[in-house]
């Protein structure tokens, strides 16, 4: 099997279960930006020591292929969606809510902005953060142009960033911040 299809060639792109769009299309783009943001998120991994991080990574790195599996389908096509794989599901935003209050019990966050880069692994999750952020902007414009049909999903996106906010904290959190906190 090769790697390249040709079908790509004049700009366009298959959805999942059917339809071709440009690969400059909305839906694109915001399934194109959880990509980066899993890809950031693998290079966070990659760079950090500690067990739980790496897990948390892992868990959001697998969640978020469901985010863009349900980004990359025609909400026309939904039930095919659901009946071979998962959505974005409100237990998953509630599991990421419990994680952020966990990581927040453990973590004392400074008063001022954080600069980021304290470590290469909370650089990365940062970096990451920062592209979900943009997915999650992507999945606004399409759900207010009717193109995306999960309230849930929205919300799942900016929990998840939330979280890789407390995860970079937490990631840092024996180190010596001082120079990393703008002060106005």
Do not use: C, W
């Amino acid at each position: 099997m090769k790697i390249y299809t040709k079908y790509g060639d004049e700009g366009e792109t298959g959805l999942l279960y059917g339809g071709r769009v440009s690969k400059a299309d909305p839906r694109t783009e915001a399934y194109g930006t959880v990509d980066e943001a899993v890809s950031a998120l693998g290079l966070a991994r990659s760079f950090s020591e500690d067990a739980r991080v790496r897990g948390v990574i892992e868990r959001l790195q697998r969640e978020l292929f469901t985010v863009g599996a349900e980004l990359a389908t025609d909400p026309a096509k939904r039930d095919l969606l659901e009946k071979h794989f998962s959505a974005v599901s409100s237990d998953m935003t509630s599991a990421l809510e419990r994680l952020i209050d966990d990581l927040a019990a453990e973590v004392e966050l400074p008063k001022a902005f954080i600069l980021p880069g304290g470590s290469p692994a909370s650089a990365a999750l940062d970096l990451a953060r920062s592209t979900l952020r943009r997915a999650e902007r992507r999945a606004v414009a399409l759900s207010e142009s009717g193109a995306l049909k999960s309230p849930e999903l929205l919300r799942y996106l900016n929990r998840a960033s939330d979280l890789l906010f407390m995860l970079a904290r937490y990631q840092d959190r024996g180190l010596s911040t001082e120079s990393d906190v703008l002060r106005s």
